[in-house]
């Protein structure tokens, strides 16, 4: 199932722009895909700081 998608900007060098357009041409793979999984890598890393959902048994 395609989750919904909401439209945002962002700003990012001209660098990461020629790396992310030469990626995409080389791959096939839209860039838009590698920003979300950037994100959800981002999100994995700093899991710890974002609320979660509480345990049902506390930790001893």
Partial sequence: ???KKIST???I????D???K???KRTKVPVS???REGIDAVLNQYKDVLPGQLPL???K
Avoid: C, D, F, W
């Fill in 1 to 3: 199932m395609t989750r």
């Fill in 9 to 11: 900007t962002i700003y």
């Fill in 13 to 16: 060098t001209e660098e990461q």
């Fill in 18 to 20: 020629e790396g992310l």
């Fill in 22 to 24: 030469e990626l995409s």
């Fill in 33 to 35: 895909v590698y920003i």
């Fill in 57 to 59: 048994i506390p930790k």
